[in-house]
C-alpha cells in the first residue's frame, strides 16, 4: 500500500512539475520565442482593365493558367480602332499640306511686305514733294489731300502685311513638321495607335490569372475589371502575434514557418518589419464625438499585430494566396529557447499529416 503511494505521489510530482514548467515556458516564450497559427501567405492581387471598349474577340487562356510576362491574354474587336488610326494617318497627311500651304502663304505675305514697304516708301516721298510744292501754291490742296490719304493707305497696307505674315508664322514652328497643325494630327494618330494596342490586353508580368469568368463575345468597357492576375514574384507572408510578443522584435530575426498545405517541411524566414497600426485604431474625421468602448471582462482579449517576412528562397509552388501557416520567432540566442521552439515548429509540422 505504502509503495503504491509512493508511486502515486511520484508522478503526481513528476506531472505537476511537468505542468508548472510547462506553463513557465508558455509564459516566457511568448516574449523569447513567439509562435502563432494565425498566418498567411500574401501576394499582390492585380485586377486588369481594358482601356478601351468593344466585344471580346479572342480569350488565350485557361483558368489558373501561367503565364509570362506579356503573353496576349485577350483581344478586344479592333475594326472601329484600326479605322481610326486610318483616319488618323489621313489627318496627318493633309496637316502636312496644309502646313506647306502656310509656308507658300508665308512667303507671299513677306512678298507682299516688300511690295507694300515700297509702295509706302513712294507715298511718304511723294507725300514730300507735293507738301512742299503746296506751300508756294503750285499744287491744289485737293492733289495734298490725295497724296496724303495716297501716303496713309499704303502705310496701313504695310502695317495690315506684317500682322498677316505674324498671323501665319505663329501657326508654323521653327522649322518644317513643327507647327500646330502636324503637332495636333501627330498627337491624334498617337493615340489611335494607343487605343488600337489597347485591344490586346497582355499580361504585366510572369504570374496566374485565377477565377477566370471571361468567354468569347462578351463586352468589355473601359476600366471595369475582367481579370484577377496574382504575380508569381509577389508572394511574402505575414503572421498575427500578440502584441506584447513583439516588444523585442527588429527587422533581420531568425524565423521559421510551418504551411497546412507541406506538411513534414519546416522553411527559414526573415523578419521584414512590423505593420505601424492597426484597423480599428483607424478614425476618421466625421464631426462626432468619440466612442467609447466598454467591456465588463475583467482580461481582455489579446491585441494582435501584422508581422511582416521575407525569404531567400522563392516559396514552393504549391502554395496559394491565403495559404495558412504557423510561424515562431526566435527573439533571443537562448539554447533552450530556441531547442523547443525548434522542437515545436517541426513537431506542428508533423502534425499536418493528421489535421
Known amino acids: 500500500m505504502q509503495v503504491a503511494e509512493q508511486k502515486f505521489r511520484r508522478w503526481m510530482t513528476v ?35 481594358p482601356e478601351v471598349s468593344g466585344y471580346i474577340t479572342q480569350v488565350n487562356l485557361n483558368n489558373n ?16 480602332f484600326r ?12 496637316a502636312i499640306e496644309g502646313e506647306a500651304s502656310l509656308y507658300a502663304q508665308a512667303a507671299a505675305a513677306k512678298a507682299n511686305i516688300t511690295t507694300s514697304n515700297a509702295a509706302s516708301d513712294n507715298a511718304k516721298r511723294e507725300f514730300q514733294r507735293i507738301s512742299k510744292l503746296s506751300t508756294s501754291g503750285s499744287v491744289s490742296e485737293s492733289k495734298l489731300d490725295l497724296t496724303r490719304t495716297v501716303r496713309d493707305e499704303s502705310s496701313a497696307n504695310l502695317v495690315a502685311a506684317k500682322a498677316q505674315l505674324r498671323a501665319i508664322e505663329t501657326q508654323l514652328g521653327d522649322r518644317e513638321g513643327e507647327s500646330s497643325l502636324v503637332h495636333s494630327a501627330e498627337t491624334n494618330l498617337a493615340q ?42 509577389s508572394l511574402w507572408i505575414t503572421a498575427d502575434f500578440r502584441e506584447k510578443a513583439t516588444s523585442m522584435l527588429h527587422p533581420g530575426m531568425r524565423a521559421e514557418v510551418a504551411f497546412d498545405g507541406l506538411p513534414g517541411d519546416v522553411l527559414s524566414l526573415e523578419v521584414s518589419s512590423r505593420d505601424f497600426g492597426v484597423a480599428s485604431a483607424q478614425q476618421v474625421a466625421n464631426g462626432q464625438l468619440s466612442s467609447v468602448v466598454t467591456s465588463n471582462r475583467w482580461v481582455r482579449d489579446a491585441q494582435r499585430v501584422r508581422v511582416n517576412f521575407s525569404s531567400d528562397i522563392q516559396l514552393p509552388d504549391n502554395l496559394f494566396v491565403g495559404s495558412r501557416a504557423t510561424v ?27 489535421y
Open 192 to 233: 489611335a495607335k494607343l487605343d488600337l494596342s489597347h485591344t490586346q490586353i497582355k499580361a504585366p508580368s510572369d504570374g496566374v490569372v485565377t477565377n477566370l469568368q471571361l468567354h468569347k463575345g462578351s463586352f468589355a468597357s473601359v476600366n471595369q475589371p475582367l481579370l484577377t492576375f496574382i504575380p508569381t514574384d
Open 15 to 49: 506531472l505537476v512539475t511537468l505542468f508548472v514548467v510547462t506553463c513557465l515556458y508558455l509564459v516566457m516564450a511568448d516574449r523569447y520565442a513567439p509562435m502563432t497559427t494565425e498566418s498567411r501567405v500574401q501576394g499582390f492581387v492585380v485586377q486588369l482593365a
Open 83 to 94: 479605322l481610326a488610326v486610318t483616319m488618323a494617318e489621313l489627318n496627318l497627311k493633309q
Open 328 to 354: 515562431i520567432i526566435y527573439q533571443t540566442d537562448n539554447i533552450v529557447f530556441n531547442f523547443l521552439g525548434e522542437l515545436l515548429i517541426r513537431t506542428v509540422s508533423l502534425l499536418h499529416y493528421v
Open 65 to 80: 493558367q501561367l503565364v509570362k510576362s506579356g503573353d496576349l491574354l485577350f483581344s478586344i474587336d479592333d475594326r472601329k
